[in-house]
């Protein structure tokens, strides 16, 4: 092999391997640019952290969604960035097909909600109160469409990996009560996750990959399909939440 031919080569592998060393590196500034560039900076008043903060997770922007949270809820939501905003996405495309073509039914709609690791259907209330560079404000849980409000999927349960059908992000016993405080000129929504919590995470991120690529497979066959009735849609979902329970 000639010289050149042997510089070249190495060329190619020292590229190779900068390309892997700064591969995260790269991708996070292009990560802050675009969220920057989308309007989410810091917060300069409660209210805008708590706004910036629900969008966000509309979005399903989790990292974003972290950096209007104190340090431990941050945490969490970054280690979940990648893995909630992919399972989050397919929620919302089985979701979305299913109210365009009129197939809903209430048991479909209550379990992927509960899958859902942080879902959308929340607003905020009021205005936050602040004292000095502490304030509290409120989110609250608007209705997610069900015919029947008292549905009951507990039945369900045996069939279903329930550890993940508990909306992982979603800090439910503080939802009512939000605090926040100001680090430096930014308002963060000061959220303690319990331990339970922690645990929640743990397991989703070791486990949503079987999730993912399941509703993956669901997502195309729903797109080739055509159902004569909403009750079938259904049983479709519930079949293709059942087969991510580890056997």
């Given amino acids: 092999m000639r010289v050149s031919s042997l510089v070249a080569l190495g060329c190619l592998v020292v590229l190779a391997i900068l390309a892997v060393v700064f591969r995260g590196f790269v991708f996070d500034r292009i990560d802050a640019y675009s969220q920057w560039s989308s309007g989410f900076t810091a917060a300069k008043t409660p209210a805008e952290a708590m706004e910036k903060f ?3 997770i509309r979005q399903r922007r989790y990292k974003w969604a972290a950096s209007y949270c104190t340090k431990d809820y941050a945490d969490l939501l970054m280690k979940c960035n990648e893995s909630a905003a992919r399972v989050g996405t397919e929620i919302d495309l089985i979701d979305t097909y299913m109210k365009n073509k ?3 039914k209430d048991r479909a709609i209550v379990l992927l909600h509960n899958l859902d690791p ?3 259907n929340f607003k905020v209330v009021g205005a936050p109160k602040v004292t000095g560079d502490r304030a509290v404000g409120a989110f609250a849980w608007e209705p997610i469409g069900l015919s029947n409000p008292n549905v009951d999927v507990n039945g369900d349960a045996k069939y279903l990996e329930v550890a993940m059908f508990q909306n992982v992000l979603a800090p439910r016993a503080q939802m009512g009560t939000i605090d926040l405080v100001k680090e430096g000129d930014a308002w963060k929504l000061n959220i303690v996750p319990s331990q339970a919590m922690f ?3 743990a397991h989703f991120n070791d486990r949503w990959r079987t999730y ?3 509703m993956g497979e669901f997502i195309t066959y729903m797109n080739n399909g055509r159902y004569d009735s909403p009750q079938a849609f259904e049983t479709e979902v519930l079949d293709t939440l059942k087969k ?4």
């Fill in 102 to 104: 009129g197939l809903q």
């Fill in 118 to 120: 942080f879902p959308m």
């Fill in 244 to 247: 991510c329970k580890p056997s």
């Fill in 54 to 56: 629900r969008e966000a």
């Fill in 212 to 214: 993912y690529s399941t």
């Fill in 199 to 201: 645990q929640s995470v």
